[in-house]
């Protein structure tokens, strides 16, 4: 800040000996004052980029565990499901599609969002096991393709220790809210 102001006094003052032609040493004066503002404000910007980049990467480099998949991640005891939408007659097609609550809770019951690469989901209810697949769509929406379909799933609560989502299967009116606990 200094070297500027000297720099802007200096070229105020030397200003008319410019207009007059001036001597080859204030020429050479304004010139290397020039010369080192440009080289200070360099060593700044350079300085400022690599403190950029030291702080992306400290901020970059922690563990992942506020993410849904991370939060999701590991295997659930299913406590209960509560079943909407099948109508009369589907109910009559399929005895195992009716409405209302189911509890569960024995070991099991479960479902367990894998953390390999195919994102697999396991579905266990009274011992009958499903695998299926999930993609986590939103902060707190993620699809399942298991059993019964494509499920759309919005999360309702997620702690360490209780996840509940609501799930609606694609191209019915049929939700299903899943509680489960670790």
Do not use: H
């Amino acid at each position: 800040m200094r070297l500027a102001f000297s720099l802007k006094v200096k070229f105020s003052r030397k200003s008319d000996s410019f207009s007059k032609g001036g001597t080859k040493f204030d020429k050479t004066a304004l010139i290397m004052d020039i010369l080192k503002l440009n080289l200070i404000m360099k060593r700044q910007l350079t300085i400022l980029s690599l403190f950029l980049l030291i702080a992306s990467t400290f901020i970059s480099c922690k563990k992942d565990s506020t993410s849904l998949k991370a939060q999701m991640l590991g295997k659930w005891t299913l406590n209960k499901i509560v079943t909407s939408g099948y109508t009369a007659e589907e109910t009559l097609k399929d005895p195992k599609k009716i409405n209302g609550t189911v509890n569960y809770g024995t070991t099991s019951d479960y479902i367990d969002f894998k953390p390999n690469d195919d994102d697999q989901v396991e579905l266990s209810l009274s011992g009958n096991r499903t695998i299926g697949t999930y993609v986590i769509i939103y902060s707190d929406q993620f699809s399942m393709d298991i059993n019964d379909g494509l499920n759309y799933c919005k999360i309702n609560s997620i702690t360490a220790n209780k996840l509940e989502f609501t799930a609606k299967i694609d191209k019915t009116n049929v939700t299903k809210v899943y509680s489960l606990s670790r």
